[in-house]
Structures are given as C-alpha cells and as structure tokens.
C-alpha cells in the first residue's frame, strides 16, 4: 500500500470510516486546483503499478473517490478518463472503472507526465512534438477513413462542442477526438503511440489557469471548436492536403497561444527567458 500524505483535519474528518470502505486516496495539502485531476490520477495509476489495484480489480466508486479524495465528481471523472487514455484502466457503462488486464503505460512506457508539463517550457515542447505526428495523421485519416471512422469523428466533435457549450473544458473530450482521427489512420501505431503519450498531451489538462477568466476560456474554447470543424471537415471531404493544413494550423496556433502566456509570464516576473 502506498502511504499517502494526510491533509489538514476537517469537520468531518472525526466521522469513522464505513464499514469495508476502500482505501483512502487523500490528496496532500495545499494542492492548487488546476493540479487536482492529475494528482489523483497519479495516486491512482501508482496504486496501479505497485498491484495495490491488480488487473480485473474495480476501482472505487466516483462516490468513494468524491469522498476520500475530497474532490468534485468533475474532478474524478477527468482523472478516471485520463487512466483509460493511458491504458490503466477500462470502464464499462454504468458498473465502474476496472484496472486493464495488461495496463499498456504500468512500466516503463513512453509518457508524459503531469510534472514534466508543469512547465510551460515543456508544454510548448510537447506541442511541437503534436505538430510532427498529428499532421501526418490528419492527412492519412482523410486518405484512410472508412465510413464508421468518419462517424467517430465527428461524434468525437459533436461530443467536445456539446461540452464547450455546458462551460466545462472539455480536455477529455478533446483528447477523444484526436484518438478518433489517429483510429481513422489505418495505422494501429498512431493510437498505441497517443495513448502512450496520454490525455496530459491536452495543455488545458496541466495549465488550466491560462484561460483567465470564464469568458476568455469560452472565447478561446469556441475558436478551438472552429478550428475542429475545419480539420473533421477536411478529413470528410478526403482532402489530405487540406487535413494536413487544417491541422497544423490548429496545433500552431495552440502553440502560439501558450509562447504567449510564457512570454507574458517571464515580462510579469523581470526575468525575459527565464524559468517559466
């Protein structure tokens, strides 16, 4: 069993644990908000690898993890969402969370981890690293994509718009559909390889305060949604080329949007070029 640090006592802290519940999955103090779903999805997936939670087992509940965990179902849900991308775990529609028989990330995979895209350095790094794969994929997935691939598409689409418009940020969704347009390459790699890398891949997942305020993040979600359609357009009509464009545009423009919070971050604190 892993030892899990103990945050500061609250009121109901003095209430005795129930009967046979699951191990507690307490996050540390002092914990800032945006870094809640990645540390509970890393408490989890080390429970995973030490074999505290063993191939088949079921994870706790969303109403245990709430509880333990002290925090909102939205929370949970993202952090559940993040081990499936990384092939920890499987759900199955109204039983739960199940760790996978061969979790694909339990040794020494390629992943990218919530403390490596701590910093903005690294998410830029990561970005460019998208640039380079995602951009072939668009365009095989146009070449490729079979009828039932391009359904997933844009539901995957419909699925991140429909989210964007209830407020939510929607990392989850968005990782969805680019698994959707990788699945339409005709390539098994492209989605083994993506999910190595994991739902951290999505900045917004590690770097939630670069939105500002709600209305800056909704201004900036609906231009992401824009630039979706553009590429599950392309990609519709079997244009590789336009795929490719549509892409890379995105991704760069991404990119972009983050070298500039980076460049703002370093101006605000008197250091240009230094620790972001």
Do not use: C, W
Not at 55 to 62: A, I, S, V
Not at 115 to 121: G, M
Not at 126 to 144: C, N, P, Q, S, T
Not at 157 to 183: C, M, N
Request: zero cysteines; glycine letters at 8%.
């Amino acid at each position: 069993m892993i030892d899990l640090p103990t945050p500061p006592a609250a009121a109901h802290d003095d209430e005795p644990p129930l009967p046979g519940a699951a191990p507690l999955l307490m996050l540390p103090p002092r914990v800032p908000p945006q870094s809640l779903v990645a540390e509970l999805a890393r408490q989890l997936a080390e429970q995973i690898r030490s074999q505290r939670f063993k191939p088949g087992d079921r994870l706790p509940t969303e109403a245990e993890l709430m509880r333990q965990g002290g925090v909102s179902r939205t929370v949970v849900r993202e952090a559940v969402a993040a081990l499936r991308a990384e092939g920890l775990v499987i759900t199955r529609q109204g039983v739960g969370a199940f760790v996978a028989d061969t979790p694909a990330a339990a040794f020494n995979g390629f992943t990218i981890d919530a403390e490596t895209v701590a910093s903005l350095r690294q998410v830029l790094k990561v970005m460019e690293l998208r640039i380079g794969i995602e951009v072939e994929a668009a365009g095989l997935a146009a070449d490729r994509r079979d009828a039932t691939q391009l359904q997933a598409i844009v539901n995957a689409q419909k699925a991140f718009r429909a989210e964007v418009a209830g407020g939510a940020s929607a990392p989850a969704a968005d990782f969805a559909l680019h698994r959707a347009i990788f699945a339409a390459t005709g390539n098994e790699y492209f989605g083994s390889f993506l999910d190595f890398l994991g739902q951290i891949i999505i900045p917004r997942q590690s770097v939630r305060f670069a939105q500002g305020p709600s209305e800056a993040q909704s201004d900036y979600l609906q231009r992401v949604a824009r630039e979706h359609d553009r590429v599950v357009e392309a990609i519709a009509d079997g244009d590789a080329e336009a795929s490719r464009e549509a892409m890379r545009t995105h991704l760069e423009r991404g990119r972009s949007r983050y070298a500039r919070l980076a460049a703002e971050i370093a101006a605000d604190e008197g250091a240009p070029g230094g620790k972001v």
